[in-house]
């Protein structure tokens, strides 16, 4: 095993780095279920429209869980500024999908998934996108925006164009295990959404990074973060930067996967190691690894993509970080991340 594990941390060092200025430096949340045992690699499969012709009020949204704080978590850190949103669509060539309204929005309760359209946390009026997309995610930037304390949900929604034949639908997952977290509306959310069970629909959050300018361990610790993607089975990677950033990732043998690291400073470093179920190091697997300065230049990020070999099983791994400019250099270990082979 170890022998293989050695070819692995070859592979790393061939591995493709990924760089741009937008996003590829935001963590990506997803609601879009991943249930290896159902047959669900949670790759986008299918195109929607709540009706055709499409009416004046349609809308897809997907409902996420928002957690206190800024944790290493697959739901959306209240801590964390929301900076933007990703979302899947088909759009045919020669066709341009005119979208009135894109957003994060607060619920109209605690309890409910039904957005507030009034209370936007992000928001993108009169939104332009032309074809060709084919279950594809399209990147939308916006000015960061902080959450409110003790806000327990947060609806990123998007309005299909009033009038349109069913040529530009949104992407979704469909399979047999959806999360249950998506919904729709004709009547744009004047009464309670309405679950939409047959499909995860791609609509993604994107936050970004915590930072500090303190160099103490303390400070910086809490801020480095690692998390794990898979390309989709017939594209590798692609654009598909924005379609979710996990902690836990099912993968097979000639599948591309993504290693992903978010510190806290512009110039941090990095170094990949295996680790053993219980998140303590096992094997170093990489060189020193750089990263790029995020888009705001208050933080560091690094996607690192490599062909998973032919490894059966479970494998945590974790990233020890630090930065040349600090005393101490080394800020220490993140988050494990685990990826199942069958």
């Known amino acids: 095993m170890r022998s293989q594990l050695a070819t692995f941390g070859i592979l790393l060092l061939s591995a493709t780095v990924h760089a741009s200025p937008c996003q590829d430096s935001v963590i990506w949340v997803t609601e879009v279920n991943q249930n290896i045992g159902a047959g669900n690699y949670a790759d986008m499969n299918s195109c929607w429209v709540v009706q055709n012709p499409t009416g004046p009020s349609d809308f897809f949204s997907v409902c996420f869980k928002v957690v206190p704080g800024i944790p290493n978590t697959e739901d959306v850190a209240e801590g964390l500024p929301v900076t933007g949103m990703s979302v899947n669509l088909c759009i045919p060539g020669g066709v341009v999908g005119f979208f009135p309204r894109i957003g994060v929005y607060y619920p109209v309760s605690s309890s409910s998934c039904t957005p507030d359209l009034a209370n936007p946390v992000i928001e993108l009026l009169n939104v332009v996108i032309p074809g060709p997309l084919n279950n594809e995610f399209f990147f939308l930037d916006t000015a960061e925006a902080l959450i409110a304390p003790g806000t327990s ?63 103490t361990v303390a400070s910086r610790l809490p801020h480095g973060r690692f998390r794990a ?55 170093l697997l990489s060189p020193v690894l750089f990263t790029l300065p995020d888009g705001d230049g208050d933080g560091s990020y690094q996607r690192l993509s490599f062909t998973w070999p032919n490894l059966a099983g479970s494998f945590d791994f974790a990233a020890v970080w630090g930065n040349f400019s600090c005393a101490p250099v080394v800020a220490g270990f993140t988050n494990c991340v685990t990826v199942i082979s069958p």
């Not at 034949?165 to 959806?178: I, K, P, Y």
């Not at 959310?189 to 993604?204: K, R």
């Not at 898979?230 to 993504?258: C, N, V, Y």
């Open 229 to 283: 993607a898979r390309g989709d089975a017939t594209s590798g990677f692609g654009i598909e930067s924005m379609k979710g950033d996990r902690l836990l990732q099912h993968i097979q043998t000639g599948e591309t996967l993504r290693l992903s690291f978010f510190g806290a400073q512009p110039g941090d470093v990095y170094l990949i190691f295996l680790m053993t179920p219980i998140c303590t190091p096992s094997l």
């Open 153 to 215: 949900a947060l609806i990123a929604a998007v309005q299909l164009p009033p009038g349109d034949a069913g040529q530009v639908r949104v992407g979704g997952d469909s399979s047999a295990s959806t999360s249950g977290t998506s919904y729709f509306s004709m009547d744009a959310y004047s009464t309670a959404a309405i679950p939409f069970p047959t499909a995860d629909m791609g609509i993604n959050i994107g936050q970004d990074n915590s930072t500090t300018t303190s160099c």
